[in-house]
């Protein structure tokens, strides 16, 4: 477990891809906020999340600084994994484990010495499968596990058993997530979040957004009420996605009638809000 308590991440500002000072000198973000970062691909999104996962220190491309509660991270979150606070849940997931799912949760829990490791690990398997529309099925092994299990789980671990204080997650909405479902979970946990994200409800529904470009931090946009408004709107067409998407994995036939009735139903939920 963690002996610091870590209240600021700070990204100090270094170079983009040609060499060109950052326009934003520093990123400052507090416990319990959530950060979107956006940009075009190769806009430098991965590399701002790796440089925050790997405590840079002016040692990488973008000569960077990331700094915990205004101070150089201990070295021990360098050097002992289980004292380092950050957890990166990336895009591409594979484990060296066959061990089944709730052995290896198990496991987890043990070794982070939680008082009763059969409810975290319950709790864990909970937040999982709220995630996904795939149920995660406890006896199997890890490596049987699909992308969207994988990464619904890693996340659920990163922040229940884990406990990590500050969580780096690089484009949920490619992993079959239900995202509403995931901000609303995630809010409960007071950590610093940061997303890599091309949806645009997750960055509205974040406290700010990260513009990237060129290999560089451009600005950093506080999400104002009335985003935050839009945002709840247009969960409406979320939701008609994610029903076609489990009716057509379901086997059934879209007629065009019943898309206008719901493309309809979805107009009108937006029309009425923004009346």
Do not use: W
């Not at 006896?139 to 990590?164: C, F, H, P």
């Not at 809010?187 to 990237?212: C, E, G, N, Q």
């Not at 009716?247 to 898309?259: D, K, N, P």
Request: charged share 25%.
């Amino acid at each position: 477990m963690l002996a610091m308590e870590i209240f600021t991440l700070t990204v100090i500002g270094g170079q983009g891809k040609q060499g060109q000072a950052e326009p934003l000198a520093g990123l400052d973000l507090e416990m319990g906020r959530i950060l979107s970062i956006v940009g075009p691909t190769g806009s430098g999104k991965t590399a701002l999340i790796n440089d925050i996962g790997l405590f840079a220190c002016r040692n990488t491309p973008s000569r960077r600084r990331v700094l915990i509660n205004g101070a150089e991270p201990p070295e021990a979150f360098l050097d002992d994994p289980s004292k380092n606070p950050i957890a990166l849940i990336t895009q591409h997931t594979s484990f060296l484990s066959d061990l089944p799912v709730h052995r290896f949760l198990d496991i987890h829990a043990r070794i982070r010495k939680h008082a009763r490791p059969g409810t975290v690990v319950e709790e864990t398997l909970d937040f999982a499968n709220q995630l996904t529309g795939e149920p995660v099925i406890v006896d199997a092994a890890m490596t049987e596990l699909s992308g969207g299990q994988s990464r619904a789980l890693l996340i659920a671990d990163a922040v229940v058993i884990g406990n990590a204080p500050i969580i780096l997650l690089d484009e949920i909405e490619n992993a079959g997530i239900d995202r509403t479902r995931a901000l609303e979970l995630l809010r409960r946990y007071r950590k610093i979040f940061i997303f890599v994200t091309h949806d645009p409800r997750i960055a509205l529904l974040s406290d700010s957004r990260l513009i990237m470009s060129a290999g560089a931090m451009q600005q950093q946009i506080a999400t104002s009420a009335e985003e935050q408004g839009m945002a709840e709107r247009i969960r409406v067409l979320d939701e008609l996605m994610l029903e076609l998407r489990e009716r057509i994995r379901a086997g059934e036939h879209i007629a065009y009638e019943a898309l206008r009735v719901h493309i309809e139903r979805a107009r009108r939920a937006l029309t009425e809000e923004a009346a």
